[in-house]
């Protein structure tokens, strides 16, 4: 897909995904995004989320979202399935539908 693995050295990020969508994770994002960067929006969460215009106009950030699933999701996760120490560094944890239940309650009380 032509993406590289980069170490870098920066406390910021030219590019930032929140995938999460947790109260909180955009602000996050504003914050670990560099000037001039962009923010991709893509976790939908279902609460408000208070931001400060001043994140955006002094810094020159950009927020875009982006949302709409063909064939994108199932496609990912192949890539993941089939390779997955090439992704280890994205993929924090994973588990079974079968924990969901249990784990989920303690993966949306901390970022």
Request: proline share 5%; aromatic share 6%; no cysteine.
């Amino acid at each position: 897909m032509g993406a590289d693995v980069v170490e870098w050295a920066h406390d910021t990020w030219p590019l930032v995904i929140d995938a999460a969508g947790y109260h909180g994770s955009l602000n996050q994002a504003l914050t670990a995004v560099a000037i001039a960067g962009t923010v991709v929006l893509v976790g939908i969460g279902h609460h408000k989320e208070e931001v400060l215009p001043q994140h955006l106009v002094e810094r020159g950030v950009t927020l875009r979202g982006s949302h709409g699933f063909t064939t994108e999701l199932s496609d990912a996760v192949a890539l993941i399935t089939a390779e997955p120490e090439r992704y280890r560094w994205i993929v924090t944890e994973a588990h079974s539908l079968v924990d969901a239940a249990g784990v989920l309650p303690g993966l949306s009380s901390t970022p």
